[in-house]
Structures are given as structure tokens and as C-alpha cells.
């Protein structure tokens, strides 16, 4: 399942809206890269409002794929979480530790745009 | 008795089986909070079974009671088996390169959680209950 990564001026957007097998979310976290590489993007933001499960193993791609992508030099944001997303992750003791969370897409953007500015 | 059992050979099996349990939440009245316990602790369990056994079997089961909602997900696999259970379920701890290591985690997000396991046979037993209304 490939998961679309949309160019918009400087910045990238995508939203994870199938349920990923661990191949799948591999994948997804390659394709970012290659993404950012290949547009030369100041930032991604990473929607996973459609996402109704993150167990530990998809938790860990995320908090990679952040990584990854501020090792590239750019930022990343994830936005959206569901509440019992949430709720289960710190029940879970895997909270995302050092990745950059928004409530919804649209303060995603302004905090990606946020964080470039600062960058700059 | 409502029973689903979904064969864990690959990781689509995984996202089957997580995507069962949570069906079966969502029709006996568990809230989303209790849907995405159930669906992630599934989802950590059928992993370990794939990384560590191969192959095994998720059977999810509505074992509601008068007054009661619960469902009891069993998942069983013919792998190596846990050598020590104790130190399985203590955070942090995982043999395996951190994939599956959802022992402890998923410990925390049901009422219900048992092993047994000896070299050749491992069964993890989950349960979830709901009082009704």
C-alpha cells in the first residue's frame, strides 16, 4: 500500500490513512526520505488522523522516520493522534519522545513553518 | 459462543487480527479507548508470534457473561517458547531486536493477561472486560 507524500511550495504533506503492515510502514518511512532528498524540502508533515492502531513497533517508525528526517536536515511534524492513540501509547510506556506533535494538520503546518523559521 | 481465529503466518495476518479484535470490541459496546487497547495489544502479541515462532494461530473470542462484556484473545504459537517468564514480562526487556518487544506494554492495557510456555508451545491469554449498563 503506498502511502501519497504531496509537495506543497517548501514543504511536504502526507497522511496515513490505510492500516500498515510493518512492511508497509518501511516503506512509507523510505519513501520520506527519498521524498525530502528529492524535493529538497525545508520540512514533512506526517498526518495520522486516520490511524486507529500504533502499537510499539509503528511508534518506533515514527519517532525513526522524525529522526531520520532532521538528520536529512529538514523538520517533521506528526499531527493528529487520536485520543486513544494517545491514551494507549503512555499506557503502553512508548510515548513519541523527541518528535515534534500537533493537534490537528492545520497547527501542524504552522508549527513545521515554525520550526524551519527557527532553523533558518 | 462468537469465535474468529486468524492464522499469524505474515504481518498482514497481524493487521487481520488487530482489525478482528477490534470489530468485536466495537459490536459489544467496548468505547474506542478499549477498542485500540485491545487492537494494539493483539497487534504486539501476533508480531512476537511471527518474529519469534514463525507462524501461530490468534483465536478472539466473546466470552460476554450476563451483565458482562468480555473478550478473551488467545494466541498460540510452536516456537522456541519463553525461557524465563518472569523477566519476559519486566520492562524492557526483549531477546529479539526491540520489534515485538510488547510483553510489559501490552501487560498494562488488558485485565486479563497470562502465559503459559514450555519449548514448543506458548500461549498468551488476553482478556478485556466491560461492565453493561
Known amino acids: 500500500m503506498k502511502i501519497a507524500i504531496l509537495k506543497l511550495r517548501d514543504i511536504l504533506l502526507t497522511s496515513i490513512h490505510v492500516d500498515l503492515t510493518d512492511e508497509d510502514a518501511l516503506e512509507f518511512q523510505a519513501d520520506v526520505l527519498e521524498m525530502v532528498k528529492k524535493t529538497e524540502a525545508k520540512g514533512i508533515v506526517i498526518d495520522i488522523t486516520a490511524m486507529n492502531v500504533v502499537d510499539s513497533f509503528m511508534a518506533r517508525i515514527l519517532n525513526e522516520t522524525a529522526s531520520m528526517v532532521k538528520t536529512l536536515g529538514a523538520e517533521a511534524v506528526i499531527c493528529g493522534m487520536r485520543p486513544e492513540v494517545a491514551l494507549t501509547l503512555v499506557e503502553m510506556g512508548r510515548e513519541l519522545t523527541g518528535v515534534e506533535t500537533a493537534v490537528n494538520l492545520e497547527q501542524g503546518v504552522d508549527k513545521l513553518r515554525e520550526l524551519i523559521k527557527r532553523r533558518q | ?133
Open chain 2, 1 to 133: 459462543m462468537n469465535e474468529k481465529a486468524v492464522k499469524i503466518e505474515d504481518s498482514r495476518d497481524v493487521v487481520r487480527a488487530r482489525h478482528e479484535g477490534r470489530e468485536m470490541a466495537r459490536k459489544l459496546g467496548f468505547g474506542p479507548a478499549d477498542q485500540a487497547r485491545l487492537a494494539t495489544a493483539i497487534s504486539e502479541l501476533t508480531r512476537n508470534v511471527i518474529q519469534y515462532a514463525g507462524k501461530g494461530v490468534c483465536v478472539i473470542t466473546d466470552a460476554s457473561e450476563m451483565g458482562i462484556a468480555k473478550i478473551r484473545v488467545r494466541v498460540e504459537d510452536h516456537g522456541p517458547g519463553i525461557a524465563d517468564i518472569d523477566q519476559a514480562i519486566e520492562p524492557g526487556f526483549s531477546t529479539g531486536n526491540g520489534l515485538g518487544a510488547g510483553l510489559p506494554g501490552t501487560r498494562r492495557l488488558v485485565h486479563e493477561f497470562r502465559i503459559d510456555s514450555k519449548p514448543g508451545h506458548t500461549v498468551v491469554s488476553i482478556a478485556i472486560v466491560r461492565r453493561r449498563a
